[in-house]
């Protein structure tokens, strides 16, 4: 890939790749699964697990049967590898959990290419108050399952889970 490049490829959705660039990424459970509070607390571990080593994570939120996050992958991965690893990582952990085999996770994702700082603050946001939106709490801080750099992050916990479980 050229730096400054950008690509597109295509499944059933578009896919936008672009280096140095933060994407706002969705992607839901199989057949809209609703994760149990152990479930989700396993995939925001996921989720936080290679902030700094192989993406900056701005913000990730876990909800019932999607999860929203905003990341930037670094040079030595791509969007595409990152979502693959990290997908599959928290599918095999939720699956040990639960002793059961099988799919987690739709095949695909929705991703944005996010254009400029003002929008990533602004996507952040919306991203943040989802839980509150959804009606499962009535501020974002009550929601157990969100993690945001500019705050979880600060407090140290960037390096590793929010929820001080490491792999």
């Not at 950008?6 to 990424?25: D, E, G, I």
């Not at 902030?51 to 030595?76: Q, S, T």
């Not at 390096?159 to 792999?167: F, R, Y």
Request: some cysteine; hydrophobic content about 35%; glycine content about 6%.
């Amino acid at each position: 890939m050229v730096p400054g490049d950008t690509y597109a490829t295509r499944r059933r959705l578009p896919h936008l790749s672009k280096p140095s660039r933060s994407y706002f990424v969705t992607f839901c459970t199989f057949r809209r699964r609703i994760l149990e509070p152990a479930e989700r607390t396993i995939v925001l571990d996921c989720c936080v697990h290679d902030h700094r080593r192989d993406y900056w994570l701005e913000c990730v939120v876990v909800m019932p049967d999607h999860v929203h996050l905003i990341l930037a992958p670094y040079e030595h991965t791509s969007i595409s590898r990152v979502m693959q690893c990290l997908k599959s990582v928290s599918a095999h952990k939720v699956n040990k959990e639960n002793g059961q085999r099988g799919r987690l996770w739709q095949e695909e994702s929705f991703d944005r290419l996010i254009r400029s700082e003002e929008n990533l603050r602004r996507k952040a946001e919306y991203i943040s108050c989802n839980p509150v939106r959804a009606g499962l709490v009535a501020g974002v801080d009550d929601y157990q399952w969100i993690w945001r750099e500019w705050i979880e992050g600060r407090t140290g916990e960037g390096a590793c889970s929010p929820t001080g479980i490491t792999s």
